[in-house]
């Protein structure tokens, strides 16, 4: 009897609230209609105008600035003469070619080969092949294919590139070479992406010619000639890149983005629904009359959990159909997406409760209205809603996991990815840990609440005790 009561109230609660074209409005097409603009227009924040991947294709132009077009070499090609040469004219490499001998230097000049060492090295490394690809061309072609956004960025090797690096490598002497990137600004974290692989090349370089010019600063204060130092070798074994934690991930591009984005912000204004359902039947004296009927409270706050959990799995559900069939939008692995759906929506609804008892309780809506008007929009903020949170300074990131919002954005995005269930159960906890903690808050107030107002209907005020008497 009991359960059939309740089951017509949520169906006539549900009716009611589907009859709402304004919350059916805000709820359900609104998410769907932000989604897409912002998918559409941003785009480049996340790579290709198709929406391929967050960093694909990372291809490059590189221009040798000591080259002219069709390879044609600007002035005189660097020769072992022209090192030698070099060499001479300054006293502190007069004395390493006087105490290593032409025929050393020679050997190791031929050993060295600073373009095998950039192209094949480091661009050509079998970590950087899967993910970066480049093509050698002249400045005026590389600025045409930059405008035409063909590539993500235009490396420039300055004219003095291979005279440098041989002086900085085979010689204690410093020869400034400055490698100039020019940025795709179409193409946000891509460009960024190149950018940050050069600034590691550089930087490797530069540690090798540090230690090399300790090296040989010591051997010269203890006496050791610098014959008998091998200080010259080509650095094949030294230059990798370390990727720690890289996998092969499924990118997830703007429109993948922004659908979760708007639905973990639009499931806040879900959670504050609450606020006015059981203050709204508490005004309207309904609250009462179910309670006449037989209906404890704890069962009418219960239909009132099942409304909010009903409407975020809907909206979901929604978000789900519309940008698979729409965006062809994947969503990763079927049963990691229901247990996480599962645990977002008993988190909204844990939410939805908090805010529900704490309304009817103080029989004020405010709590629901400064949720909705102003801090629901700094939790979409700090939960990447809006901006996505691997662009944010590194505190942000970890403030992300905060609000329950970001956690399911996060959540759903790793899904999408490719991260296995026992991957995502940490964030899948998280969830739940936070309708839990909100549930347990809620219920606190509404049992609080409800046993005072108890307790103060059976206290006779001044009033009832002059009657009496």
Known sequence: MMWSM??????????TYMADRQAIFTIFLMPVVISTILGFSLQSMFGTAGGVSQIEPLELAVVKGYEGVGGVTIGKPYSFEAFMEDLAANP?????VAEMGEDQMRGYFEDVDPEAIFFEDFLGSPELAQTLGYTVTDLTTAERQLAADEIAGIVVLPENFVRGMYVNLLTPLRSEVEIAFVENTARGVSSKLAKMMLEGFAGYLDSVIDNKNVLIEQRIAAGITLEDTDWGSRPDSGLTLEQRGVRALKPVDSKGYYTVAMM???????????????????????????????LSRWSILLGKLALIDAVALIQILLMIVWSTLIFRISWGSPAALAVITLATVLGIGGLGLLFMTVA?????????KVFENGLNQVLALVGGAYIPIETMPALIQKVALIPINGVILKVYLYNMMGYSLPELMPYVGLILLNGLVFSVAGILVFRFKEVKAHVDHNVPTAVDAESVL
């Open 360 to 368: 009817a309780a103080f029989d004020n809506i405010m709590i629901s």
């Open 92 to 96: 502190v490499g007069a004395r390493v």
């Open 6 to 15: 309740m089951w017509s109230l949520w169906k006539k609660d549900f009716k």
């Open 264 to 294: 973990s912000m639009f499931l806040l204004f879900t959670a504050a629904l609450g606020g006015y359902l059981l203050l709204e039947e508490k005004r309207q004296l309904t609250y009462d009359r179910q309670r006449a009927a037989g």
